[in-house]
């Protein structure tokens, strides 16, 4: 299957911690990375593989994985983390494709 | 700090070809270890992977679109390329470049362009 299914919106308390979501068969296979999109800027890449964060992202965004399920969590979400947030992996068909999720809302209220 | 930047027109003709170009700076891309990626984002929509290309001309294209995308690279220049052909108006889009890096069962796009906007219309 290369599909992968995100809540389409989420919301959370200034302060509070939030997880989202990303659920497909490809993610037995492989590890999810998570991207937050700004409104009219390009995706920036927030956690990939295990829960590997690149520089210059805060230690408030953590990911893991169980199963067919990936999950990036904010913790003491901010302001500035209201974004829209997309889950990707390679596909497991044995080919290279690569698939991004249906993106969640991040509503921080 | 890996750059990349899109250029090329626009505004495309339906049935003609969208080509786009991506400028590399701040590494080289014959070095290796990375794949060269163009994803596309649909008015309002998320993120679709189109294909990538590896330094060595290897080329992998989504199932969905491979019929009538082209991906190319010119290491001389530090460039890839992108060429999608008989558009519609539903390749309408936002163009990303992006690179990506892997290991093992690991893949992240971690240096993005800054996007480019194709409007397919007469």
């Known amino acids: 299957s290369s599909e992968l299914t995100q809540d389409p919106a989420v919301s959370v308390a200034l302060g509070q911690t939030v997880r989202i979501t990303c659920q497909g068969d490809s993610l037995r296979s492989y590890y999810a990375s998570w991207y937050q999109q700004k409104p009219g800027q390009a995706p920036v890449l927030v956690i990939y593989?295990?829960?590997n964060r690149p520089s210059g992202i805060p230690d408030r965004f953590s990911g893991s994985s169980s199963g067919n399920t990936a999950s990036l969590t904010i913790s003491g979400a901010q302001a500035e983390d209201e974004a829209d947030y997309y889950c990707s992996s390679r596909d497991n068909s044995g080919k290279h494709n690569h698939v991004f999720g249906t993106g969640s809302k991040v509503t921080v209220l | 700090q890996v750059q990349l930047q899109e250029s090329g027109p626009g505004l495309v003709k339906p049935s003609q070809t969208l080509s786009l170009t991506c400028t590399v700076s701040g590494g080289s891309i014959s070095s290796g270890g990375y794949y060269w990626s163009w994803i596309r984002q649909l008015p309002g929509k998320g993120l679709e992977w189109l294909g990538y290309?590896?330094?060595?001309?290897?080329?992998y294209y989504n199932p969905s679109l491979t019929s009538r995308v082209t991906i190319s690279v010119d290491t001389s220049k530090n460039q890839f390329s992108l060429k999608l052909n008989s558009v519609t108006a539903a390749d309408t889009a936002v163009y990303y470049c992006a690179r990506v890096g892997y290991i093992s069962s690991w893949y992240w796009f971690d240096y993005w362009g800054q996007g480019a906007l194709v409007t397919v219309s007469s």
């Open positions: 593989g295990k829960n």
């Open positions: 290309i590896y330094y060595s001309g290897n080329t």
